[in-house]
């Protein structure tokens, strides 16, 4: 995800999603089973897992030729980004307001994380920004995952590509008509009494 081609097809963010989502319960199901003792049948179900996984990548690798450029210390992008914290974040949601803006965000994740900030308050602007959408299943699955498969690193700049491609999946399917948060407005209206439409 981190390194996915924005010249593909938008539908291919999918595929990489599901590859991504398929090996993370591989991940969480071999910890299970490592963690409850192993039965005969588990290792070569969880074997089974495994090289479907595999393959899964191998034959997903096209998505990312040529890949896109991780955002490094180094990358002249980001100089320019805001430094402290709470600026990089309302900077994320900005750019989670405006359509393609996949490597902005990507950018915007690497810069907190290369400045050391703490990454819970990242991962909470992420599901901010998730939740402000007509986000489905894909979405949630995709920042769950990521937010565990984030937690598997001591160093959150090893496994900062891992937030850098959930940042930009979502930057992908941002903004939404946002159409959820105005049903659920009307409903908390009508709770109170209020009328079904507001008056300008």
Same mark, same amino acid.
């Given at each position: 995800m981190a390194q996915f081609g924005t010249a593909n097809e938008h539908s291919d963010w999918e595929t990489a999603h599901h590859v991504f989502s398929y090996s993370n319960a591989v991940h969480q199901a071999l910890k299970r089973i490592s963690a409850g003792g192993t039965l005969?049948? !588990? /290792?070569?179900? /969880? &074997?089974?897992?495994?090289?479907?996984? =595999? #393959?899964?990548?191998y034959l997903s690798r096209y998505l990312n030729v040529p890949p896109a450029r991780l955002p490094d210390e180094d990358n002249p992008r980001l100089n320019g980004?805001?430094? %402290?914290?709470?600026? $990089?974040? @309302?900077?994320?949601? !900005?750019?989670f307001d405006r359509q393609r803006q +996949?490597?902005? +965000?990507?950018?915007? +994740?690497?810069?907190?994380?290369s400045l050391g900030h703490l990454p819970d308050e990242l991962i909470? &602007?992420?599901a901010h920004?998730?939740?402000?959408?007509?986000?489905? %299943?894909? @979405?949630?699955? #995709?920042?769950? =995952?990521g937010v565990r498969q984030f937690g598997e690193w001591a160093d959150p700049r090893q496994g900062?590509?891992?937030?850098?491609?959930v940042g930009r999946y979502l930057a992908a399917h941002?903004?939404?008509?946002? @159409?959820? %948060?105005? &049903? @659920? !407005? $009307? /409903?908390?209206?009508?709770?109170?009494?209020?009328?079904?439409?507001?008056? =300008?």
């Open positions: 005969p049948n !588990d /290792a070569a179900e /969880a &074997t089974r897992g495994i090289l479907h996984g =595999a #393959m899964a990548v980004l805001p430094q %402290f914290s709470q600026e $990089i974040r @309302a900077a994320l949601l !900005d750019a +996949v490597d902005a +965000v990507g950018c915007l +994740v690497a810069r907190h994380l909470k &602007t992420l920004a998730l939740l402000r959408e007509d986000a489905g %299943f894909h @979405a949630c699955q #995709m920042l769950e =995952a900062g590509p891992i937030l850098i491609g941002s903004p939404s008509e946002r @159409a959820a %948060f105005q &049903t @659920a !407005d $009307i /409903a908390r209206r009508l709770l109170h009494g209020s009328e079904l439409h507001q008056m =300008a």
